[in-house]
């Protein structure tokens, strides 16, 4: 599976940092209006948060499809953070 590929163009990583913590609640559906547009706007020009976002679906789509999904947000913050140590963020 591919997890992240590197930026084509340099970006703020404190944007990308950011985008990384917002993502399960974009996700979710539950980031305030301001904050989603933000965080498409940013998607549009981030190469590589783009890529992430599709992974981040991709994962929790074939965690749905499981026969018996890990309901509880405690897997699922589990797994985020293996995302993130994937990334090598601090
Ligand atoms: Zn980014």
């Known amino acids: 599976m591919r997890f992240w590929r590197p ?3 340099r970006r703020d990583p404190l944007v990308c940092r950011e985008f990384v913590e917002l993502v ?6 539950t980031l305030p209006r301001h904050e989603r547009a933000r965080f498409e ?3 549009a020009e981030c190469d590589g948060c783009a ?3 599709e992974d981040m679906r991709r994962l929790i789509g074939s965690l ?3 026969p018996d ?3 509880d947000p405690t897997t699922r913050a589990v797994l985020l953070r293996a995302f993130r140590d994937l990334r090598g963020q601090p």
């Open 51 to 53: 890529g992430y976002l």
């Open 24 to 29: 399960s609640d974009y996700l979710d559906a």
């Open 69 to 71: 999904p890990p309901s």
């Open 7 to 9: 930026h084509r163009r």
């Open 64 to 66: 749905h499809d499981l």
């Open 41 to 43: 706007a940013h998607i």
